[in-house]
């Protein structure tokens, strides 16, 4: 199935997007004649319809932010295709997966196809490439000691480390993160969803770091 041939990344029986261009073509070379003639019916945002998947990253990649997003994915955690949609959203530069390779995609609406992704077997690989990258581990996980989010100053080069549902961060990845922030919570339970949890740390390094001028 081409990209034209919606809608390829949304669950609705109705067509959503727009048609067929009208009128005559743009000579830009970022559009697709195929969607240009079939009609744009992918998630993207209006100022990429009809674009080139490879423009639309080719100019995502020049806007991204130095923030980078990694999911401990060691019992095929179902919130990581939430967590790859949310980092597309905020435009991190990328995601790391440690652990298992394999993760169910469905929750991220196709924002794979535009988001950056990496591998690492384990956490020892994540931080080699963290400090050759000299970037910042962050851990988030609600345990003691750990600095409330809400008055941390986030690093802007930097590594949101984030566990999987149930368990949380490994030992090791708590300790080898030179800082660990905690979400304040009100309620009964112990913990919020792993993939909501990386969405308010994600935000928060938004509103600290971000040009919001910039924002569609």
């Known amino acids: 199935m081409t990209e034209a041939q919606g ?6 029986g109705e067509p959503v997007g727009v048609g067929p261009w009208p009128g005559d073509w743009p000579a830009d070379p970022r559009y697709d004649p195929e969607l240009l003639a079939g009609g744009d019916r992918r998630n993207v945002v209006d100022a990429y319809r009809y674009w080139r998947r490879d423009a639309i990253i080719a100019d995502l990649d020049r806007r991204r932010h130095p923030f980078h997003v ?19 959203a905020f435009l991190a530069r990328a995601v790391h997966i ?12 196709v924002t794979d196809r535009y988001q950056h992704l990496a591998h690492h077997p384990d956490m020892a690989s994540l931080l080699d490439f963290a400090r ?18 809400e008055t941390a100053a986030l690093p802007r080069d930097c590594v949101l480390l984030f566990g999987q549902e149930g368990p949380g961060l490994t030992e090791a990845a708590r300790d080898d993160a030179a800082l660990v922030v905690s979400i304040a919570q ?12 990386a969405g308010i740390v994600m935000h928060a390094w938004i509103r600290q770091h971000a040009d919001l001028s910039a924002a569609w």
């Open 132 to 149: 050759a990258s000299e970037l910042v581990v962050v851990a988030v996980d609600n345990t003691a000691g750990a600095v409330p989010l």
């Open 7 to 12: 809608p390829t990344e949304w669950e609705f």
């Open 98 to 109: 440690v652990g298992r390779r394999r993760w169910n995609r469905r929750g991220a609406m």
């Open 186 to 197: 009100f309620g009964s339970t112990r913990s919020i969803n792993a993939g909501v949890a």
């Open 70 to 88: 990694a999911i401990e994915n060691f019992g095929h955690d179902h919130n990581i295709g939430t967590v790859v949609r949310t980092a597309n």
